[in-house]
Antibody
Framework: EVQLGESGGGLVKPGGSLRLSCTAS????????MNWVRQAPGKGLEWVSS????????FYADSVKGRFTISRDNAKNSLYLQMNSLRAEDTAVYYC????????????WGQGTLVTVSS | EIVMTQSPATLSVSPGERATLSCRAS??????LAWFQQKPGLAPRLLIY???TRATGIPARFSGSGSGTEFTLTISSLQSEDVAVYYC??????????FGGGTKVEIK
């Protein structure tokens, strides 16, 4: 059974930084693309970033480009999102999501971690 | 960027009746279209990929159809546990991966 678990969310001031982590199990992590998707309170889903299996390809949404950095450690079955220069509009639940079944489509999701940017 | 438009925004259906949800792409995405279900307070769950292939464990009352720019998710007989927001997502041209704005399905 595929399981994804995020951590690292919390309250941060505008301009601050936060690092999200995601631990994966139940599939061969090193073989698959991984993604971050976010959802602002009461809003829809927004793709944030994707990283290929060996980190060769990395993509970002325009809204986070230059501020967020995605990375992975295949030895630890872990995915990360370093978020810098945070803004109020980055407030959202951040989901770690895999692309196992029909890449690059997203398939399995973690439970999400809430990031709140507020002074 | 491909824009995904879902309609209606809210759909009220009686238990046991059919629910039909629409998703339109601003340009062709072939069959590279997925549907997700999100119940209140929970993470999204994959229902359909490849426009019409049900994911593992998804009940047969859920079906997807369409290709190109027009897609449909059908719930053949609505159950109370199907109350949720449903999102479509294209993965034909990316980045970015893009989602529709969602359709909220409620019980009439």
């Amino acid at each position: 059974e595929v399981q994804l678990g995020e951590s690292g969310g919390g309250l941060v001031k505008p301009g601050g930084s936060l690092r999200l982590s995601c631990t994966a199990s139940g599939f061969t992590f090193s073989n698959h693309n991984m993604n971050w998707v976010r959802q602002a309170p009461g809003k829809g889903l927004e793709w944030v970033s994707s990283i290929s299996s060996s980190s060769t390809y990395i993509f970002y949404a325009d809204s986070v480009k230059g501020r967020f950095t995605i990375s992975r450690d295949n030895a630890k079955n872990s995915l990360y999102l370093q978020m810098n220069s945070l803004r109020a509009e980055d407030t959202a639940v951040y989901y770690c999501a895999s692309s196992v079944i029909a890449a690059p489509s997203i398939d399995y999701w973690g439970q999400g971690t809430l990031v709140t940017v507020s002074s | 960027e491909i824009v995904m438009t879902q309609s209606p925004a809210t759909l009220s259906v009686s238990p046991g009746e059919r629910a039909t949800l629409s998703c339109r792409a601003s340009q062709t995405v072939n069959s590279n279209l997925a549907w997700f279900q999100q119940k209140p307070g929970l993470a999204p769950r994959l229902l359909i990929y490849g426009a019409s292939t049900r994911a593992t464990g998804i009940p047969a009352r859920f079906s997807g159809s369409g290709s190109g720019t027009e897609f449909t998710l059908t719930i053949s007989s609505l159950q109370s546990e199907d109350v949720a927001v449903y999102y479509c997502q294209q993965y034909n041209y990316w980045p970015p991966l893009t989602f529709g704005g969602g359709t909220k399905v409620e019980i009439k």
